[in-house]
């Protein structure tokens, strides 16, 4: 931890405070100059939205197919490993996949064409964010579906028992029994989710490319053209900034857990 990443970072603390070519010190005119780059704004701002959709999206939907599946007792281990295969479908595949779907002379565009309506341009427009919602939602599902069945692993089935005998109806044991017990799995999860959020820039670069369409501009796609422009010195301030950002969310994951 100390060797590839501590260190690594602490040396990228210290390159945002020098200028790239020079090496003199900078002070702080690299961060100002990222705070006052628009690409920076407008990427941070899609970033932020894209966290604000995904996470709750991906809680909820894997946490009731993860109730759905652990009561399933039949064909749940199946159903399970199913939601499995998106993790290990190779990236250029699920490019593929997304071309095949969303290409102008895609799937949907010929659906669309076959009842009468016109082509949506899916990955040219603001629908380019749904999609990248959607595909990070439907790659993640699976492993945080197995996360939240090892949580209600650890429940005992004698709270429930005692509940329904007191006359608690199905809901009343979700609310009260399930949820305050998951809480601890909760945390984690969304950890987990939060950190996995940032990974669905390569399905978003090899579909769309450096500069797709501005609402799936996301900090990574920054990141990278300045890497290639060999922007170095704003780059490693950039990612300080992308670092604290992320601590800060996890922060309040975790206040708010502290707090439920």
Sequence with gaps: MGVFILIPFLDVVRRSFFENISGTFAGF????????????????????????????????????????????????????????IPMAIPVASIVLLWRLLFDSHGILNGLLFLLGWKSIHWMGS?????????????????????????????????????????????????????????LPSLFTISVLS???????????????????DQSMYLIQHLLNNWFRE????????????????????VMILKKTWEGA
């Design 194 to 212: 939060l950190l996995n959020s940032f990974k669905v820039f390569r399905e978003a670069y090899l579909v769309a490319g450096d500069y797709p």
């Design 126 to 182: 603001s629908a380019a964010f749904g999609i990248l919602v959607l595909s990070y939602v439907w790659k993640n599902i699976g492993y945080d579906i197995v996360l939240w069945i090892a949580g209600l692993s650890g429940i005992s089935d004698a709270i429930y028992e005692a509940a329904k005998v007191d006359g608690a109806g199905e809901l009343s044991c979700f609310i009260h029994i399930t949820l305050p017990n998951l």
């Design 29 to 84: 005119s690299n961060y100002q100059a990222v705070f006052r780059n628009k690409a920076f704004i407008l990427a941070a701002g899609n970033t932020l939205r894209f966290v604000g959709y995904c996470i709750p999206l991906l809680l909820f939907f894997s946490l009731m197919a993860a109730i759905f599946l652990f009561r399933m007792k039949k064909f749940g281990r199946l159903i399970k490993s199913a939601f499995l």
């Design 230 to 249: 060999m922007d170095f010195d704003k780059m490693a301030a950039a990612s300080v900034v992308n670092g604290i950002m992320i601590l800060i969310l």
